[in-house]
C-alpha cells in the first residue's frame, strides 16, 4: 500500500505499527497480486533455483542475502526465545567448496548447509564460465551427488572439499533441456519476454537511469566533483504546469536490447526424429543452424554430444562432416565453426553477468506490461515447440508426464509445522506449487477460451461446457442450468468465484490440519470469466448427490451434515467469526451446520476432507440486499440505502469483520468498565446510569498505541505455531500482554487475527470528537483497568468463583454488543440469514433476530465508521491513493467494498474540505468510469470473434478515449469473410453471437451506456455525453484512463504517442492492439515466521531501537528469501525499510544497495510505474545525493515525477513531494531558476492540500526563501520567509526553536539586503572608482541540502549522547507501561520523543 508511512522517520516513532505492517501487503490479503497484484507466476525451473542464483552469485558479487545472514539474534529480547532458539537451527554457517570443471581454472563456491545439490548445478549454469554446460554431474572423490540431497547430509563434504564437474551422456531429454538452455542464453537481454508476459519475466528500467553506478561500480565513479558535468534540464514534459503526457518515455531505449546476434537460426531440423538405425547409433535429434557469416549447417544431438553431419534441407546424410567437431556443449561446437559466434557470445554472457541478478530472476507469478514497443519477431526454435507440445512434455520435471496438482497441493500442507525449520520447509513448498499452479491454470484458461481445449461435455452449448485439462478442471463464468436463477443469474455466476476465491484465501489462511480446500484460480480474459480448480480424487466418477456429505447442493432445500465436518469447521468458527447454527432440511429435521448451507464437504478417494463451493463464507451485506419488511439502521437509510444490486451474493469483506468486532470489542470494555464503576458510587447511580452508558456506546475510542503495541507483542511472544489462529494479537484486556497464553481467553481471538492489522482503533467512530468523551473516559479509567482484569479471571476460571454483580456486569455488556456467549466478549455472524431457500428451526428465533441485528449493524457501521475513517485518513495523508489499484486497496484494508464508490464520492462530495481531497475525488471517479467501461468491454469482447480481435479493441478504445466524433470500426477485408462463412459453425467461441455487432458501437452511445452502468451499478450520477466533457468536468487525463482500462481488461498498447484530441482521425488503428492477457486472481500463501519477525523489528525501530529492529528485519528478510525466493513484494518491503534504517544509522553505501534492490524488485513484481515503485524511486534518489551522485538523483527523481504524471496527473499532494526534492538538488547544483519553478509549485500544491496554514507549507516558503537568497533577490526571499515565519509563531508559539531559526534567518536576510542596497547606492554614488565590500554569495553547501531533503523526506538524525539514550529508553517504557494501564489516552503520535521541535509534521 501505498501508504504515507515511509514519509514519517522510521527512527521516530511516529508512525504506528498498524501502516507499516499493511505496506508489508499483509493487510491487502487481497490484493490481487498485482495484480499488484498481485499479486505475481512461476518458472519451469523450480524455486530452489531462484535463491541459488541468488547466492550463486556468490561468486562475482559475494553472496546476495541468501548468504549474508546477519547473525539476527544478537540482543533480541527475551519475548522471542521461542523463535530464536529456532532461529539458530537454520542459521547453520556456510562453508566454502572448490569446483574444478573442464577447461576452466578451479573457483571457490559458498555454500549453505541447508542447499541441495541441485542448488550448485544451478550456480553453475548461470556462471560465466561454466553456464554452456546443463548435462553434467558433481563427484566427491569419485562418487556421484545425489542432486536432492541437502549438502549437510553428504559424508565427507566440508570446507575446501573439492567438486568435480563430469560430463554425462545426453539423453533425448538432456539434449532438449540443453537447447533450451543455450536459447535462453542467447535471449537473456532481449526483453520480449518480458513484452509477451512469458517465463515469469517482466520489465525493469532502473540500470538505464542510474548507469549501473550505483553499489560498488558507484565508489568507482566518484569523481572529485561532479558538479561541472551534470546537465539539469528535465525534458519539456516533465516541467511543472506542462500539459503534454507522451507516452514514449514510460520506457526509455536501453542500448543493451540493440541484440548481439550470435546466430540467424537456431531450429529443429525436419529430419527429426532419427530413424531407428540411426537411434541405434546414438542419434537423439537434429538441428538446423545459419551462422552469423550465412553457413547452413546442421548438427547431430548424440548421447556422446553434438557434431556436424553431411545433412542438407533436402538430402539426409547422417554421416559426421569432416572435421565433425564433436563436442559435449553446443556453445563449445558453434564456436568452433563461426567466429562471430564466438565474439559475441562471449560479450553477451559478460553483459549478462554485469546485470544486477534482480533484473534476471524469474517472478513467482507473471506480470503482464500495458504497453510495448514494436518487436521484430524471430525464428526461435524453443518457442515454436513450446506452443505445439503445449509444454507438457518435459517442462514439468517430474515423471508421469503432467502433474497431480491437487495431490501436490494437498501434500504440501499435510507437511510437518512444528518448529521453525519444519514451517519454512511447508510454507516454501505450499507457495511454489501454488505459484506453478497459478501459471498452469493461467495458461489452460486461455487455451480454453482460445478454444483449443477440447470440453469433457462437447454436445451441450458453448456457455455450458466444461474442460480438463493438465489435471485442472476449468467452468466458465455463466449461469448454467439456472443454478443462480434466484440469485441473479449470470451476474450472479460471474460474483460468485471471486467469493469462493476469498472463501479459500479466508480458509487457507487458518489452516486447520485435516480440512481441505481446491486449488483455485479465476482468469479473465477476452471477456469471459474462468474458474480453474484442481480436481478432488474420484469426485468425476461419482454422482455429486451421492457425494456430498455436508451442506447443500440446491442452496438449501435439502441439507446434509456431517460429524467429522462439524468438529473440522468448529476449529475455524472463531478466526472467521461464523456461528454454529440448525437450520431446517426437507423433511423438517434440524440440521447442525457451521458454515453456510451452499459450502459442500465432500470426502475424496484419498480419504480426505474437502470443502468447496465457499462463496458465502462471510455474512451478506444488507445496504446491498434489500428484504421485506427488515429496516436498515437510520445511517444506512440516510444514504438511500439499501439499493438493489446485480445479484444477491453481495457480502462484507473480511476486513470489516474484523474492524467491525474490534470496535464492539472496545463499547464491550467500555460499557463493563462504566457498570464497575457505577457499582462503586451505587449511591447515586441511579440518576446517571443511562445517559453515561449511551454517551459511551456512541463514542468509543482507544489509544491506536495500546492497539497497536498489543499486536506486536503478541506477535513476539505467541508461539508461531498457532499463527494464524490466535496469536497476532492478544486482548488489548491483559495488562501484561505477554504473560497471558494465547489460545486461553476468549477475548484473545475474537480481535484480529493474522489478516492484516486493522486501523487503529481511535478513527473508528468517523469524526466524533466530542470534547465529552475526553472527559468521560478520564473518569472512567479506573473502571476499564478493573473491566479488563474482570474479563480476563471470568474466562479464565469459567466464571465460578465471582461475585454474582461482576458476573452480572459482564452479562449486560455481552447483551449490549452482541455477544454470542454471556459470560465473554465472542461475536459470530451466521451467514445464512437471508438466504433464500434456508429455513430456522422455531427455537432459534430468538438467535436469528439477534444475528439479523448483527447484520444490520454491521452495515451501518460500514457506511457510518468506516467510510467517513477512509475519508478522514485521506484528510491527514495517512492513505494516498495514486492510482485505481492503490485506492481499492485503501477501500479494502477498512473492509469497504468496490460497490460502494459512488456512495464514498458522494460522501467526498458534501465533505466540507472538499478541495483537499480533490486528488481522492479524481482518482475515484477515474475509478468508477473505468470500471463501468470494463463491464461493458467485457460483454463487447463476448461477440466478437479472434479474427476480428485487435480491430474490435481499438474501434473500442477510440469510442472511449478519442475526441474523434465518428469512429468507425475496421471490419476485417471482404475476400476473407466470404470463406469465412462456411467454416463458422466449426470453431464458435463461447457465447459467440452476431460477430460484427461490435462494429456498431458509437462514442456517444459508449458514453450514454457508461452513465447507465455508474447509475444502476454504482449509483452514481456521472453528467457526461462524450470523453471530452468528462475530462473537462472532473479534470481527468486521457492517458491515465488508458493505463486504469488496459490494466483492468489485460490490454497491451504500442509505444507510441497517441493523438487523443484530434478530430480528424481515431486515436488507435488495429496495429496499435499488440496483445490482449489475463486477468489473473489466486490467492497469496504467506510466510507467517517471516512476517511476525518484519512486525517485532517496525515494533522495535517505532520504539526508537534501531539497532535490535534491524537485526530482526535482517532475519525476516532471510525467511522472506527462504520462503518466497528472491522476488516478492513483501520482500520489497523489507528491502526498503532495511534501506530506510542502514540510511538513518548512517550508513549511505549500504542504505544505497538495498533501497536499489527494492526499486529493481518493486518494477519486476509490481510493474514500472505502479505507485509502490514512484516511492521507491524518490528513496533511492535520496540515497543517492546523500552518497554525492547528484545527476543520478536527479535523473530517479525526473523519472519519479514522468510517471506520477502518467500515473495521477500532477495534482497530487504526493506531486509536492517529489517537486521539493527535485528543487531542493536543483540548488545543490545552482540550477537557481529551474529549482524556483518546482519548489514554487511544491507549495502551490502543499498549500492547496495541507492549508495555508500548515507546518509543511511553512517549510515550502523557507525552501523557496533560501533559492531566492542564493540569487540575491533578498526582497522576494524576505517575503517568503515572513509568511513561513508567521506560521510557525501562530502554530508553535514565539519560543519554539522553529519559530527562533525562522527569526535569525528574517535577521540575517535583512542585513544581507541592507549591505546589497549600500552597495549599490556607493556605484550609483561614486560611479567606478567606488569601493566596494565584497558581498557574500554562497552556494548552498551539499550538508545543507541534505540536511532538508531529509526533513522534507521525514527522516530526522538525533544527535545523543549515550546517556540521552538510556533515558530515552526508560521513558519510552514507562510511557508504554502506562499505556498498557489504560492511562494515556492520546494515540502515540509523539510519545518517546517530542518531534515537533524537531521537524514540522502535521
Known amino acids: 500500500m501505498v501508504s504515507k508511512t ?104 559458498q555454500v549453505s548447509p541447508q542447499e541441495m545439490v541441485q542448488e550448485i548445478h544451478q550456480v553453475l549454469m548461470d556462471r560465466e564460465d561454466t553456464c554452456h554446460r546443463t548435462c553434467f554431474s558433481l563427484q566427491l572423490d569419485g562418487n556421484v551427488l545425489d542432486n536432492f540431497a541437502e549438502l549437510k547430509s553428504i559424508e565427507g563434504l566440508q570446507e575446501g572439499s573439492l567438486l568435480k564437474v563430469v560430463e554425462e551422456p545426453y539423453t533425448v531429454r538432456e539434449a532438449r533441456i540443453h537447447v533450451r538452455h543455450i536459447r535462453d542464453l542467447l535471449k537473456s537481454l532481449d526483453p520480449s519476454d518480458a513484452y509477451n508476459g512469458v517465463d515469469c519475466n517482466s520489465l525493469s528500467f532502473l540500470s538505464i537511469f542510474t548507469d549501473g553506478d550505483l553499489g560498488d561500480s558507484g565508489k568507482r565513479k566518484k569523481k572529485g566533483n561532479e558538479l561541472e558535468q551534470i546537465d539539469c534540464t528535465p525534458p519539456e514534459h516533465i516541467l511543472p504546469g506542462s500539459k503534454e503526457r507522451p507516452l514514449v518515455p514510460l520506457q526509455p531505449q536501453n542500448k543493451d536490447w540493440k541484440p548481439m546476434q550470435c546466430l540467424k537460426v537456431l531450429t529443429m531440423s525436419g529430419w527429426n526424429p532419427p530413424p531407428g538405425n540411426r537411434k541405434m547409433h546414438g542419434d537423439l535429434m537434429y538441428l538446423y543452424i545459419v551462422t552469423v557469416e550465412e553457413r547452413h549447417v546442421s548438427v547431430t544431438a548424440s548421447t556422446r554430444g553434438f557434431y556436424l553431419n553431411q545433412s542438407t534441407t533436402y538430402t539426409f546424410n547422417p554421416k559426421p562432416a569432416n572435421p565433425s567437431f564433436l563436442s559435449h556443449s553446443l556453445v563449445e561446437l558453434l564456436s568452433q565453426i563461426s567466429p562471430a559466434f564466438k565474439k559475441n557470445f562471449t560479450a553477451l554472457q559478460k553483459k549478462r553477468v554485469q546485470r544486477h541478478p534482480f533484473e534476471r530472476i524469474a517472478t513467482p507469478f507473471q506480470v503482464y506490461s500495458w504497453t510495448a514497443p514494436q518487436v521484430d519477431h524471430a525464428m526461435d526454435c524453443v518457442r515454436a515447440e513450446d506452443a505445439y507440445t503445449s509444454r507438457l512434455g518435459y517442462e514439468e520435471h517430474i515423471p508421469g508426464q503432467t502433474r497431480d496438482w491437487n495431490e501436490e497441493l494437498q501434500t504440501t500442507r499435510e507437511l510437518p509445522r512444528k518448529n521453525l525449520p519444519e514451517r519454512l520447509l511447508r510454507e516454501r513448498a505450499i507457495f511454489k506449487v501454488h505459484s506453478d499452479f497459478a501459471a498452469a491454470a493461467t495458461r489452460g484458461a486461455m487455451a480454453v477460451i482460445d478454444g483449443n481445449v477440447m470440453a469433457i461435455n462437447p454436445g451441450e452449448e458453448t456457455r455450458m461446457q466444461m474442460f480438463i485439462w493438465n489435471n485442472i478442471f476449468f467452468s466458465l463464468g455463466f449461469d448454467v442450468r439456472d443454478h ?97 447454527h440448525s437450520v431446517l432440511n426437507e423433511k423438517e429435521e434440524t440440521v447442525e451446520l457451521c458454515s453456510s448451507v451452499e459450502c459442500k464437504g465432500i470426502i475424496g478417494n484419498d480419504g480426505r476432507h474437502y470443502i468447496l463451493d465457499l462463496l458465502r463464507t462471510f455474512p451478506p451485506d444488507l445496504n446491498f440486499l434489500p428484504v421485506d419488511g427488515e429496516e436498515l439502521s437510520p445511517e444506512s437509510q440516510r444514504l438511500g440505502l439499501p439499493r438493489q444490486h446485480r445479484h444477491r451474493l453481495a457480502c462484507l469483506r473480511q476486513e470489516l469483520i474484523e474492524a467491525f468486532v474490534e470496535h464492539r470489542y472496545l463499547l464491550f470494555m467500555k460499557m463493563a468498565a462504566l457498570q464497575l464503576m457505577q457499582q462503586k458510587a451505587n449511591k447515586d447511580s441511579i440518576k446517571t446510569d443511562a445517559p453515561a452508558i449511551t454517551e459511551s456506546s456512541e463514542t468509543p475510542t482507544e489509544s491506536s498505541a495500546d492497539k497497536a503495541r498489543t499486536q506486536t507483542t503478541a506477535a513476539e511472544s505467541s508461539n508461531a505455531a498457532d499463527v494464524s489462529t490466535d496469536s497476532t494479537s492478544q486482548s488489548d484486556s491483559s495488562t501484561s500482554a505477554a504473560s497471558q497464553t494465547a489460545p486461553e481467553s476468549d477475548e484473545n481471538s475474537s480481535k484480529p487475527t493474522t489478516n492484516g492489522p486493522l486501523d487503529p482503533a481511535a478513527t473508528q467512530n468517523g469524526e466524533c470528537k466530542s470534547p465529552l468523551e475526553g472527559k468521560e473516559l478520564e473518569e472512567s479509567i479506573p473502571g476499564l483497568a478493573q473491566a479488563k482484569e474482570l474479563a480476563e479471571t471470568l474466562v479464565a476460571e469459567d466464571g465460578s468463583g465471582i461475585d454474582p454483580k461482576s458476573r452480572e456486569v459482564v452479562l449486560n455488556a455481552c447483551k449490549a454488543v452482541g455477544s454470542i456467549s454471556n459470560t465473554s466478549f465472542d461475536i459470530r455472524f451466521n451467514p445464512d440469514i437471508f438466504s433464500p431457500g434456508v429455513r430456522f428451526p422455531e427455537d432459534s428465533a430468538e438467535d436469528v433476530k439477534k444475528q439479523k441485528q448483527l447484520l444490520k449493524d454491521s452495515a451501518a457501521f460500514l457506511v457510518s465508521c468506516q ?25 479494502h484494508q477498512r473492509g469497504i467494498n468496490v460497490r460502494y464508490l459512488g456512495t464514498v464520492l458522494e460522501f467526498v462530495d458534501k465533505t466540507p474540505a472538499k478541495a483537499q481531497l480533490e486528488h481522492f475525488y479524481r482518482i475515484g471517479i477515474t475509478e468508477l468510469i473505468t470500471r463501468c467501461a470494463k463491464h461493458i468491454f467485457k460483454t463487447y469482447l463476448q461477440g466478437v470473434e479472434l479474427s476480428a480481435l485487435s480491430a474490435a479493441v481499438s474501434h473500442f478504445l477510440n469510442c472511449f478515449l478519442s475526441s474523434f466524433p465518428d469512429a468507425v470500426a475496421h471490419l476485417p477485408p471482404d475476400e476473407l469473410v466470404s470463406r469465412r462463412k462456411s467454416r463458422k459453425r466449426r470453431n464458435r467461441v463461447p457465447g459467440g453471437g452476431d460477430n460484427t455487432a461490435w462494429a456498431s458501437l458509437t462514442p456517444s452511445e459508449l458514453w450514454k451506456n457508461i452513465a447507465s452502468e455508474a447509475k444502476s451499478y454504482y449509483h452514481f450520477i456521472l453528467q457526461c455525453e462524450s470523453v471530452d466533457q468528462v475530462v473537462e468536468k472532473y479534470g481527468l487525463q486521457k492517458i491515465t484512463l488508458l493505463r486504469e482500462i488496459s490494466i483492468k481488461t489485460g490490454i497491451q498498447i504500442l509505444i507510441k504517442e497517441c493523438n487523443f484530441d484530434s478530430r480528424h482521425k481515431p486515436a488507435f488503428t488495429e496495429e496499435d492492439i499488440l496483445n490482449i492477457f489475463p486477468v489473473v486472481k489466486h490467492v497469496n500463501p504467506k510466510a507467517s515466521d517471516a512476517f511476525h519477525f518484519f512486525q517485532s523489528g517496525q515494533a522495535k525501530v517505532q520504539q526508537g531501537f534501531l539497532k535490535e529492529g534491524c537485526e530482526l528485519i535482517n532475519e525476516a528478510l532471510n525467511l522472506f528469501n ?78 519519479a515525477r514522468y510517471l506520477m504524471l502518467l500515473v495521477c496527473g500532477e495534482d497530487h499532494p504526493e506531486m509536492a513531494l517529489i517537486d521539493s526534492n527535485i528543487g531542493l538538488v536543483l540548488h545543490g547544483v545552482m540550477e537557481y531558476d529551474l529549482s524556483l519553478r518546482f519548489l514554487e509549485n511544491a507549495l502551490t500544491i502543499n498549500t492547496k492540500y495541507h492549508g495555508p496554514r500548515s507546518l509543511k507549507v511553512a517549510l515550502s516558503h523557507h525552501l523557496v526563501a533560501r533559492v531566492y537568497e542564493s540569487k540575491a533577490e533578498f526582497r522576494s526571499a524576505l517575503q517568503h520567509e515572513k509568511e513561513g515565519y508567521t506560521i510557525y509563531k501562530n502554530q508553535m508559539g514565539e519560543a519554539h526553536e522553529k519559530t527562533k531559526e525562522s527569526s535569525e534567518y528574517l535577521k540575517y536576510l535583512t542585513q544581507q539586503a541592507v549591505a546589497l542596497q549600500r552597495t549599490m547606492n556607493e556605484i550609483y554614488k561614486n560611479g567606478s572608482n567606488a569601493s566596494i565590500t565584497p558581498l557574500k554569495f554562497t552556494a548552498p553547501s551539499m550538508a545543507s541540502v541534505l540536511e532538508q531533503l531529509n526533513i522534507i523526506n521525514g527522516i530526522i538524525f538525533i544527535p545523543l549522547s549515550q546517556k540521552d539514550l538510556e533515558n530515552l529508553k526508560a521513558e519510552v517504557q514507562r510511557r508504554q507501561q502506562l499505556q498498557e494501564l489504560g492511562k494515556i489516552d492520546e494515540p502515540t503520535e509523539d510519545t518517546p520523543l517530542e518531534l515537533e521541535d524537531k521537524i514540522p509534521i502535521d
Open 6 to 109: 515511509d514519509d514519517i522517520p522510521a527512527s521516530v516513532p511516529d508512525c504506528n505499527p498498524v501502516d507499516l505492517a499493511d505496506e508489508a501487503g499483509d493487510g491487502a490479503r487481497d490484493s490481487k497480486e498485482t495484480s499488484r497484484t498481485s499479486e505475481k507466476d512461476s518458472c519451469g525451473c523450480g524455486r530452489s533455483a531462484d535463491t541459488a542464483m541468488v547466492n550463486g552469485d556468490g561468486a562475482h558479487e559475494h553472496t546476495e542475502e541468501a548468504e549474508s545472514k546477519q547473525d539476527g539474534n544478537g540482543e533480541a529480547d527475551g519475548g522471542e526465545d521461542s523463535n530464536e532458539q529456532e532461529v539458530i537451527v537454520i542459521q547453520d554457517t556456510g562453508f566454502t567448496v572448490k569446483i574444478q570443471a573442464p577447461g576452466t581454472e578451479p573457483f571457490d563456491l
Open 484 to 580: 443462480y436463477r434466484e440469485l441473479g443469474g449470470d451476474a450472479a455466476a460471474h460474483a460468485a468465484p471471486t467469493n469462493d476465491l476469498n472463501g479459500v484465501r479466508a480458509y487457507g489462511a487458518v489452516d486447520v490440519e485435516g480440512l481441505y480446500t481446491l486449488g483455485t484460480v479465476v482468469v479473465d480474459y477476452r471477456g469471459y470469466r474462468v474458474t480453474a480448480q484442481s480436481i478432488i480424487p474420484g469426485i468425476l466418477e461419482r454422482e455429486q448427490e451421492q457425494s456430498v456429505i455436508y451442506g447443500s447442493i440446491d442452496f438449501g432445500k435439502t441439507v446434509v451434515t456431517h460429524s467429522k465436518y462439524l468438529e473440522l469447521l468448529d476449529k475455524t468458527s472463531r478466526p472467521l467469526k461464523v456461528q454454529k
Open 867 to 891: 467510510i467517513p475513517s477512509l475519508v478522514k485518513d485521506c484528510l491527514d495523508h495517512s492513505a494516498l491513493p495514486m492510482d485505481g489499484a492503490t485506492l481499492t486497496e485503501a477501500l
Open 1122 to 1199: 527462504n520462503v518466497y525466493g528472491a522476488m516478492h513484494v513483501e520482500i520489497c518491503a523489507c528491502l526498503r525499510l532495511l534501506a530506510r534504517l542502514n540510511y538513518i544509522m548512517g550508513d549511505h553505501p549500504e542504505a544505497l544497495s538495498n533501497q536499489q534492490k527494492a526499486v529493481l524488485m518493486s518494477e519486476r513484481v509490481l510493474g514500472i510505474e505502479h505507485p509502490n515503485t514512484i516511492q521507491e524511486y524518490m528513496h533511492l534518489a535520496l540515497y543517492c545525493f546523500a552518497n554525492g551522485q547528484l545527476s543520478t538523483a536527479l535523473k530517479l527523481l525526473y523519472r
